[in-house]
C-alpha cells in the first residue's frame, strides 16, 4: 500500500497499539495501519497482482477526461466498489487543495474532472494566447479550413470532412482564441463551432467575404463527395 494515506510519521494512525512480535519485519506493520489516514479518509486496498492503486488508476483517467465522469462509470471501469471510488476522489480533492496544486479536482455536473486553479487562469490564459508562437499543424490548418467555411459547423461533421476524429484539434483551436461555441444544432443538440474576431485578425480581414473562393481548388466530383459525407453524418 502506498504510504501517502500515512500520518506525517508514516506509521498510520497516532497512539494505535504496537505489535512487538513483529518488529522483525518492519516493512509490514506500517502497510498494516496504514490503511486509514486521518486526512484521506478510508483508503481502498492496493491490487493483489502490484498493479497500480486506486488513486493512480483515478488520476490516469481523468487526466485524459474532457468532461466530468461520473463515480458510477468509474467504479464500472476500475472494477471497484463506488464508496470506494467517491472516497478516492474526495482524498484526491483534499490533498491537491492541501498541497496547493495549479490544478483542482471538482466534482462538477453530476461526474469529477480536472479544473486549472481559479488564481492560476490568468497565467495558463497568457500562455495559450502569448507564450505559444508556434505555428499551427497541418490537422489544425485543415480542421479550421473546414470550421471557416462551413461555420456554424459541429464537430461529428468537421470530422466527417477530414476523415478522422478531430475533437483534440478543435479544443486547441478554442484554447487558442480562433473558434468559439455558436450555439447547439436544434435536431441533433451537439455544439456547433464558428470563426471569431480573433481569426480574422490573425488573418487581417474585415469580414469572411473576404474569405478566398474555394471553387479553383475543389475536385470535380465534389457534389458525390458532398453526398457521401452527408451519408456518414
Known sequence: MSTDFTGPGGSGLPGGPTRPDRLDDPGEAPEDTGEAAEDTGTAAPEPPDGGPGLRACLEAILLVADEPV?????????E???????????????????????????????GWRFYTR????PLVERFIRDGQEVRLTQAALETLAVIAYRQPVSRARVSAVRGVNCDGVIRTLVLRGLVEDSG??????????RTTGYFL?????????????LAPFLPENIEDIEDNERTRA
Open 201 to 213: 485578425e490573425r488573418l487581417g480581414m474585415a469580414s469572411l467575404d473576404e474569405l478566398p473562393d
Open 80 to 110: 471497484r466498489p463506488r464508496h470506494e471510488v467517491a472516497d478516492g476522489l474526495r482524498a484526491l480533492a483534499g490533498e491537491y487543495t492541501r498541497d496547493g496544486r495549479g490544478f483542482d479536482l471538482r466534482e462538477i455536473a453530476g
Open 184 to 193: 447547439t444544432d436544434q435536431e441533433t443538440g451537439a455544439i456547433l463551432y
Open 118 to 121: 481559479e488564481d492560476c487562469a
Open 70 to 78: 461520473p463515480e458510477v462509470l468509474l467504479a464500472q471501469v476500475l
